[in-house]
């Protein structure tokens, strides 16, 4: 079948006539190549935002501080919400999970539709709220600044209300999708643990999503009406309290599909099956299972009692044994594995080193003292850039780069991959171990940058934003690049024994011409 | 790990007495979590290197299952560093929680543009001054957004709720002039960034003393129009005329008025003394007793303060304040309730 796709066009379903043609399509293949270019927009819109107030730090735009807390608000509102939270299980989830479970298609195509659309109207929305002139108070949005701050907030409070709902429609998809699309034979546990983390991350997409487009509706009527949940006359607690119970899960289901993402990778790049299939499956439900139940640590220092927040403290830091027990199971996938020296290889190992950074940071925000210290600086605000920028994004390139072939048929060139895998490396850790430093100096959290002048810091973490551009530059150039390679990659270039490797590459619109049997997962 | 030797230098130098129960458990777990990172992360770039695919069709080497072991050190090791981060940081949190007894008790007010730090005596300066080595406790409100107050060097970071009372203390151990800020973003334009001064005990009570004797570099009616706004006045009698709970303080001064009994008072000197002290004595027809005596509160200095300050609100108190009250007023001013 590889050679039928050499010499353009691609083929399958990339080119293939299908109803909808791209944008009314309901082919999962093709939503998740949308979700991709879309997600990669918000992306570079975040990148965009966040280098606005390094601009500042560094001496520019001296007087503009409104303009950089807009940045600020915004960088984290689009990264948080519309790439950390979806990325993986829209993207990925998207293209993948039929793949991997030897369906068709997901179940509910329509569901798969209508939650680009609203992600590209919720992204849109976001935009038009900066173009109105946009908001500063600052991403979590407290109240009571963001029932009397200037700005036009129904605009944005839509695009983060379309985006929940998108989230919910993403999870709803995947959880019916692993219910009743498995091929024969493919039980639970023999699912691929990508599959699997994305139906145990659904879960939770399915909750926060209500929950955020939820409050954020209901904040938008308070601000307009005076009244309302989180009106004047609320505690302002109340608000911060539902934010983090929305939002703090959003760091666990976003890396636990990271992680899944790394396991099918190292699995596959080393051509070995993965060590504690079970104790992982497990490990995943207990991370996410604690993440609804932590969120206070976000509050120590606010006032919260004492008691409360040590229970949270102890629950958090729970945590520490299934990160302990992934981490044990992905390394022992890795030994005595046969290792392709491949970009993915080299984005599996910054994920590593980056949530492992973003997890030991965890203990740190969750020590009763030291947290109540460190949460309002930039040591929070660092560790949330290490889970996005390093962990999710490291793994989300790991995924493109190792499943590149299957999406569009082309090879990955490696080399120029991982150089690009380097820079990226080398530019999270100059951008963000600087922030850590800073935080805890006692610079506060999210408006660091607002801090007078140029310490040495900054100017070693603006070296590193331009590393991590020049490194994404590097490695979606080189994908996108391959698009135009004459070659074809092959139905199975990495030897894998998933069963979205038992297809061609693309893939045909139906996906597989006779249905797959389900087997072990990784061919053992 | 990076940083590792300089990492002492990364907190600001400690000058409280809790700060060492957050850079304990920082330097602890630093180290600890050093290690781990670099363990982990070093594994798998070793593996990755050493179990490099030399030959194309190499395949990965049978399925194992996890070492028990390995496994069993390796989730305690996770497990120790949980709970050393738990207990190391146990007695510093019982510490922030409990304020010690007899703390000295100072008031914050915090707002978009700036702090109000209350002193026990009702002196309200924008910065904070502390004496080193005796316990502060801070009482703080917010009037408008969520603010903070955060003391790096003290180790003290706490949010400052509206409509609600945040406590924090701390116990300063140097004598130096510190940042002093909200960590809290209050949105455009708050301009909460100040310092906090730490003297040492004698200097302090110099400094409270100071700051706190109202009268110097102020003339007389400018203390006393002080001491109507900190002692409460302002809430029942205003200077402008308008009837509140009391009679409104302008022209009073040099005025007759009749009182509840039936006769009727000249405000002098000895009239204003009288009903600072003993207000319900001699009441103005038309108004209650319900004035809260300040007998013991105000001294000689300050009620004369304040009949200077009255004077200067009267059309009869006269440039030369020290002469005689003018007998006979005018008795179309005597119901005290005119507007205007």
Redesign the interface.
């Known amino acids: 079948m590889s050679d039928r796709t050499a010499n353009s066009p691609l083929g399958g379903y990339l080119s293939a006539a299908v109803p909808g043609g791209w944008f009314a399509t309901r082919d999962h293949k093709r939503i998740g190549l949308m979700f991709a270019a879309w997600t990669t927009g918000a992306l570079l819109l975040g990148l965009m935002f966040g280098i606005l107030p390094m601009v500042r730090s560094l001496g520019g735009m001296e007087d503009d ?2 303009g950089v ?1 807009r940045a600020l608000t915004y960088q984290r509102l689009i990264l948080v919400f519309m790439f950390l939270a979806p990325a993986i299980p829209a993207v990925l989830g998207h293209f993948l999970l039929p793949l991997q479970l030897g369906a068709r298609n997901l179940a509910l195509p329509v569901f798969s539709l209508w939650s680009l659309r609203l992600y590209a109207a919720g992204l849109v929305l976001a935009l038009a709220s900066v173009l109105a002139g946009g908001v ?3 991403w979590t949005m ?1 109240t ?2 963001s029932l ?3 700005g036009v907030f129904w605009l944005l409070a839509a695009g983060l209300a379309c985006s929940g709902f998108s989230w919910f429609l993403v999870g709803v998809n995947i959880i019916v999708t692993v219910h009743h699309h498995r091929a024969p034979g493919l039980g639970f546990f023999r699912m691929p643990l990508l599959s699997w983390s994305l139906y145990l991350g659904a879960y939770l997409l399915v909750m926060s999503g209500l929950i955020l487009a939820i409050i954020v509706l209901y904040l938008a009527g308070a601000r307009g009406t005076g009244r309302g949940l989180f009106g004047p006359d609320a ?3 109340l608000w911060l309290n539902y934010f983090w119970f929305a939002t703090r899960p959003v760091v666990f289901f976003a890396l636990v599909p990271a992680a899944g993402v790394v396991f099918d990778v190292v699995a596959g790049i ?7 299939y079970r ?1 992982v499956v497990g490990s995943m439900i207990a991370l996410l299972a604690l993440s609804v139940v932590t969120w206070g640590v976000h509050l120590s ?3 919260q009692a ?1 008691h409360l ?2 229970v949270f ?2 629950l958090s ?5 299934p ?3 992934i ?6 996938t ?8 491949s970009a993915p ?1 080299t984005f ?2 910054a994920f ?2 980056h949530a ?2 973003a997890a ?2 965890g ?2 925000l ?8 460190l ?3 930039m040591f929070a605000t660092a560790q949330i850039d290490y889970v996005m920028w390093g962990g999710v994004l490291g793994a989300f390139l790991a995924g493109l780069h190792f499943w590149w072939p299957k999406m569009t048929g082309r090879p990955v060139n490696h080399p120029v991959g991982r150089f690009g895998a380097f820079l990226y490396l080398i530019g999270v ?1 100059l951008a963000f ?1 600087p922030q850590v ?1 800073q935080g ?3 610079a ?4 660091g940058a607002l801090e007078p002048g140029p310490t040495g810091l900054t100017e070693i973490a603006a070296l590193g934003w331009l590393f991590l551009v020049s490194g994404l530059i590097v490695a979606i150039g080189n994908l996108v690049g391959s698009l135009w390679v004459k070659e074809a990659a092959g139905d199975n270039p990495w ?1 894998a024994c998933t069963l979205e490797w038992t297809t061609a590459s693309p893939p045909p619109v139906d996906n597989f011409a006779v249905r797959p049997a389900g087997g072990d997962p ?1 061919g ?1 | 790990m990076i940083g590792l030797a300089f990492m002492a230098t990364w907190l600001p130098a400690a000058a409280s007495r809790q700060a060492e129960g957050v850079d304990g458990p920082f330097q602890g777990l630093y180290v600890a979590a050093a290690f781990a990172v670099a363990f982990a992360a070093g594994l798998a770039l070793a593996y990755v290197m050493l179990f490099r695919r030399r030959d194309e069709s190499a395949r990965g080497a049978p399925a194992g299952r996890p070492h028990p072991l390995y496994l069993g050190l390796w989730t305690l090791l996770a497990a120790g560093l949980a709970v050393y981060a738990l207990v190391a940081g146990f007695p510093g949190f019982l510490d922030q929680t409990v304020p010690p007894y007899g703390a000295y008790p100072v008031g914050v007010t915090a707002r978009n543009d700036g702090f109000d730090f209350t002193y026990p005596g009702g002196h309200v300066a924008d910065t904070l001054h502390v004496a080193v080595g005796k316990p502060v406790q801070l009482t703080m409100t917010s009037e408008d957004v969520i603010h903070g107050l955060s003391v790096p060097a003290m180790r003290v970071h706490q949010a400052i709720l509206p409509g609600r009372q945040a406590t924090a203390w701390f116990e300063a151990t140097l004598a130096d002039t510190f940042d002093l800020r909200s960590n809290i973003h209050g949105g455009e334009g708050a301009a909460l960034r100040t310092a906090l001064v730490s003297h040492q005990p004698a200097d302090f009570d110099e400094w409270l003393r100071r700051v706190s004797d109202i009268f110097t570099g102020r003339t007389l009616a400018e203390a006393g129009e002080l001491l109507y706004n900190r002692e409460g006045c302002k809430a029942c009698h205003t200077t402008d005329g308008t009837r509140l709970v009391g009679p409104s303080f302008k022209d009073v001064y040099g005025f007759e008025f009749p009182t509840r009994d039936g006769k009727t008072v000249l405000v002098d000197d000895a009239y204003i003394k009288e009903s600072i002290l003993t207000p319900n004595v001699s009441v103005v027809a038309g108004y209650e007793p319900v004035m809260t005596p300040y007998e013991g509160k105000l001294g000689d200095k300050e009620i004369e303060a304040i009949t200077a300050w009255l004077k200067t609100l009267s059309s009869k108190g006269g440039a030369a304040e020290e002469a005689e009250p003018e007998a006979e007023g005018d008795p179309a001013a005597g119901d005290g309730q005119e507007d205007k």
Do not use: E, W
């Open positions: 501080a409104g807390l500063s108070f600052g407290p009571p600044l009397t701050g200037d505690d302002p607690l080393g051509r070995k099956a993965v060590t504690g104790m220092g606010y006032g004492p927040t040590f403290s102890v830091l729970l945590g520490a044994v990160v302990a027990l981490a044990y199971s992905l390394l022992a890795l030994h005595r594995g046969a290792i392709a020296c290889t599996t190992v590593v080193l492992g950074i030991v940071m203990l740190f969750a020590s009763p003292a030291l947290g109540a210290y949460n309002t600086t850790n171990f430093i805890v100096g006692g506060p959290v999210d408006v030897g990784y053992t």
